[in-house]
Nanobody, 119 residues
């Protein structure tokens, strides 16, 4: 199990940028695949993107392609979500999650960080 703590959320105007960070502790972070999810009020949780243990981006949600990117620094036990050209519809609580293998479901979750994009 890994413990995850997100940071970097906040209020930003449309067109702005934010970088979310997810710091991990516990088991060996470098072996885990990581993902970012989001949940807007009244909507289901949505998978934003995933990154393998080696840094390969395995998935990016169509609606954020070209605007969001995921990266990780295994030396710092941190995964990032860089969000550019933000839109009001990106407003949500963003969560990072971890899984020990590519075929497992995500089973370790952070507490989430709020991102609010004003128009």
């Amino acid at each position: 199990q890994v413990q995850l703590v997100e940071s970097g959320g906040g209020l930003v105007q449309a067109g702005g940028s934010l970088r979310l960070s997810c710091a991990a502790s516990g088991r060996t972070f470098s072996g885990y695949a990581m993902g970012w999810f989001r949940q807007a009020p009244g909507k289901e949780r949505e998978f934003v993107g995933g990154i393998s243990w080696s840094g390969i981006i395995t998935y990016i949600l169509d609606s954020v392609k070209g605007r969001f990117t995921i990266s990780r620094d295994n030396a710092k036990n941190t995964v990032y979500l860089q969000m550019n050209s933000l839109k009001p519809e990106d407003t949500a609580v963003y969560y990072c999650a971890a899984k020990a293998t590519a075929t497992m479901p995500y089973n370790d979750w952070g507490q989430g960080t709020q991102v609010t994009v004003s128009s």
